[in-house]
């Protein structure tokens, strides 16, 4: 989706004109009840638990940058290929999601919404970060807020067998 220029987030202070290196996670645990019963609204949708929550997330980002253009930076894995898998290495790349998060409409059609941004986005994941942030055009539109908003990152534990 094109987007107009970025705002930035409202915080609780102004932000420093240099990174500081400081930060925070904040972790979301959701228990296994929950989880099973957001997998079943996601994929009533045709969505994956992955969606549902980005667009949530986007949803609450959104209100909080006071705008309902946003971009969200998503990590993803680089491994486009079944030949890939078993390949040792960091493959690694940050993918700018831009996410519209409408002022009406049903949550549904929200997940729909950014399932099909987020497709749109996964289409271009070879295409390096580095590279992506020295575009003019992309410059111009990201001075104030950056490159992205706020990084999502999903990780669904119950797909890990320990």
Same mark, same amino acid.
């Given at each position: 989706?094109?987007?107009? /220029?970025?705002?930035?987030?409202?915080?609780?202070?102004?932000?420093?004109?240099?990174? *500081?290196?400081?930060?925070?996670?904040?972790? !979301?645990?959701?228990?296994?009840?929950?989880?099973?019963? !957001?997998? &079943?609204?996601?994929? $009533?949708?045709?969505?994956?638990?992955?969606? =549902?929550?980005? &667009? @949530?997330? &986007?949803?609450?980002?959104? %209100?909080?940058?006071?705008?309902?253009?946003?971009?969200?930076?998503?990590?993803?894995? $680089?491994?486009?290929?079944?030949? =890939? /898998?078993?390949?040792?290495?960091?493959?690694?790349? @940050?993918?700018?999601?831009?996410?519209?998060?409408?002022?009406?409409?049903?949550?549904?059609? !929200?997940?729909?919404?950014?399932?099909? /941004?987020?497709? /749109? &986005?996964? *289409?271009?994941?070879? !295409?390096?970060? #580095?590279?992506?942030?020295? #575009?003019? %055009?992309?410059?111009?539109?990201?001075? *104030?807020?950056?490159?992205?908003?706020?990084?999502? *990152?999903?990780?669904?534990?119950? =797909?890990?067998?320990?």
């Amino acid at each position: 989706a094109a987007l107009g /220029e970025l705002r930035p987030l409202r915080t609780d202070r102004p932000r420093s004109r240099g990174a *500081s290196g400081t930060g925070a996670t904040d972790w !979301l645990h959701v228990d296994r009840q929950r989880t099973e019963a !957001l997998r &079943a609204i996601a994929s $009533g949708w045709d969505a994956t638990l992955n969606m =549902l929550m980005l &667009a @949530l997330f &986007a949803t609450v980002t959104a %209100e909080r940058a006071g705008h309902p253009q946003i971009v969200l930076g998503m990590p993803v894995r $680089g491994r486009t290929q079944a030949g =890939l /898998e078993p390949v040792a290495g960091f493959f690694n790349n @940050l993918l700018p999601v831009p996410v519209r998060v409408p002022a009406d409409g049903t949550v549904e059609q !929200l997940v729909a919404t950014v399932k099909a /941004e987020l497709m /749109e &986005a996964l *289409s271009h994941q070879e !295409l390096p970060f #580095e590279r992506i942030a020295v #575009e003019p %055009e992309v410059l111009a539109k990201t001075q *104030s807020a950056g490159l992205y908003q706020a990084l999502f *990152s999903w990780q669904d534990l119950s =797909l890990i067998h320990i």
